[in-house]
Nanobody, 124 residues
Framework: VVQLVESGGGSVQAGGSLRLSCAAS????????MGWFRQAPGKEREGVAV????????YYADSIKGRFTISLDNTNNTLYLQMNSLKPEDSAMYYC?????????????????WGQGTQVTVSS
């Protein structure tokens, strides 16, 4: 069983930055996919960015390309999301997720393991 605990959310003005962290425990293989998703009130959950634990491939949603960077520190099993140039539309609950079957079709497939989420609020 994989356990995921997010931190780093908060309130920031538009144009600011935040770094989210996701501490992972349990067995996580190199072919696992780990990533970030978000859900704003009244909207469906959407994918933000994912990466293979091996580091072989990383994928981003079009809406955040060039502004967000996903990274994984395998020495302490922590996933990060560096968010720069934040916009009010980035406001959402951000969730860390992990999927043993990899990152293929990550925007549509279900992920097996989820954290509790961390809130990000961007004011204009």
């Amino acid at each position: 069983v994989v356990q995921l605990v997010e931190s780093g959310g908060g309130s920031v003005q538009a144009g600011g930055s935040l770094r989210l962290s996701c501490a992972a425990s349990g067995y996580i293989g190199r072919t696992y996919c780990m990533g970030w998703f978000r859900q704003a009130p009244g909207k469906e959950r959407e994918g933000v960015a994912v990466t293979y634990v091996s580091g072989s491939n990383t994928y981003y949603a079009d809406s955040i390309k060039g502004r967000f960077t996903i990274s994984l520190d395998n020495t302490n099993n922590t996933l990060y999301l560096q968010m720069n140039s934040l916009k009010p539309e980035d406001s959402a609950m951000y969730y860390c997720a992990s999927e043993p079957a990899g990152c293929m079709n990550w925007l549509r497939r279900p992920f097996n393991y989820w954290g509790q989420g961390t809130q990000v609020t961007v004011s204009s």
